[in-house]
């Protein structure tokens, strides 16, 4: 396939998934929260993980200046990326869902704050960071560039492993033996697995 139609599929899911949160962010911009960890080093995890997974895949998109880190990937490995973009889409779409007025891009608590353990959220407590490797993983297959690889693989980690362990420390203080019990009957990010 030619490389123009990778990157007008891409671009096509990568939109799809703004549309899927905008409601979101506007929502929660009108509601109440109670209590909020760590502000400011989450907001600047928040904008390098962004940077890394919509500005520099974007650039490698639209401009000629990321092409000497091209890795000519054979077109099945693209395609799974591809399958697997779209299946983020499906997934990111679901815990939305799923989650609702208790979503936030940085860790608060809100108002009357419950906490979900059913659809994506029975087996993995995390499927939204799930569905963030999978893009980062397959924004690398599909656009088949080391730049776009690395860099998003890079500060999409440095996010997920911050934040991983306070966001449960938070949930634990604000949930108590509900959320213990929760994490002993689930996994991280891969249902039965990790
Ligand atoms: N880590 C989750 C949610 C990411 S959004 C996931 O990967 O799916 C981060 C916010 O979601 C946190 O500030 C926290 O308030 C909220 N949150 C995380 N897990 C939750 C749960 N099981 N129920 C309700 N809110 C949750």
């Not at 880190?69 to 499906?90: A, Q, T």
Request: aromatic share 18%; net charge positive.
């Amino acid at each position: 396939m030619q490389e123009i139609m990778y990157k007008l599929i891409f671009t096509i899911i990568w939109l799809l998934n703004g549309l899927v949160r905008r409601p979101h962010m506007k929502k929660y911009k009108k509601t109440e929260m109670i209590s909020s960890k760590n502000t400011s080093r989450e907001k600047l995890l928040y904008f390098l993980a962004a940077f890394g997974m919509m500005i520099v895949p974007m650039v490698y998109v639209f401009t000629p200046w990321l092409n000497s880190f091209n890795m000519n990937l054979p077109d099945w490995i693209r395609l799974i990326g591809v399958i697997g973009f779209g299946f983020g889409l499906f997934l990111f779409w679901w815990v939305h869902r799923t989650l609702g007025e208790n979503w936030s891009p940085i860790l608060e608590i809100r108002k009357e704050h419950k906490l979900i353990t059913t659809g994506p959220y029975k087996h993995a407590r995390h499927p939204m960071y799930t569905q963030i490797w999978i893009w980062v993983i397959c924004q690398w297959l599909i656009l088949s560039n080391w730049a776009v690889g690395v860099v998003g693989i890079l500060t999409w980690s440095i996010l997920y492993f911050i934040r991983l362990p306070e966001e449960e420390k938070m949930m634990i203080e604000e949930f108590g033996q509900e959320y213990e019990d929760y994490i002993k009957r689930t996994k991280n990010i891969i249902p039965w697995v990790y």
